[in-house]
């Protein structure tokens, strides 16, 4: 069974730097793509980016291109989001997410079968 378990979340000021990251286990992850999304408070879960975990190819919303930068452990089977140059409104639980679709670009929540229980981050002005 899939399990995903993000880690990282917390507080940080407006122009600083976070790193989460997704410990997965359960499953043959060169399968899949991990995605990370996230959630405000009184919003929609909005998709954030992706990486294809075999190739290492990712893709990203246009609000964090530039910002944020999605990689992976193989050896230790996690998936890491490096968040730079926050913002106020990038304040939201954090979710990671895997699909067993490599072949598109995965941005949909309907699209991720399994799912992480999220890690709130909160950024400061």
């Known amino acids: 069974q899939v399990q995903l378990v993000e880690s990282g979340g917390g507080l940080v000021q407006a122009g600083g730097s976070r790193r989460l990251s997704c410990a997965a286990s359960?499953?043959?992850?060169?399968?899949?793509?991990m995605g990370w999304f996230r959630q405000a408070p009184g919003k929609d879960r909005e998709f954030v980016g992706a990486?294809?975990?075999?190739?290492?190819?990712?893709y990203y919303a246009d609000v964090v291109m530039g910002r944020f930068t999605i990689s992976r452990d193989n050896a230790k089977n996690t998936v890491l989001l490096q968040m730079n140059s926050l913002k106020p409104e990038d304040t939201a639980v954090y979710y990671c997410?895997?699909?067993?679709?490599?072949?598109?670009?995965?941005?949909?929540?309907?699209?991720?079968?399994?799912w992480g229980q999220g890690t709130q981050v909160t950024v400061s002005s």
């Open positions: 997410a895997a699909a067993a679709n490599i072949l598109a670009k995965v941005t949909a929540t309907d699209e991720y079968s399994y």
């Open positions: 359960g499953g043959t992850f060169s399968r899949y793509c």
């Open positions: 990486i294809r975990w075999s190739a290492g190819s990712t």
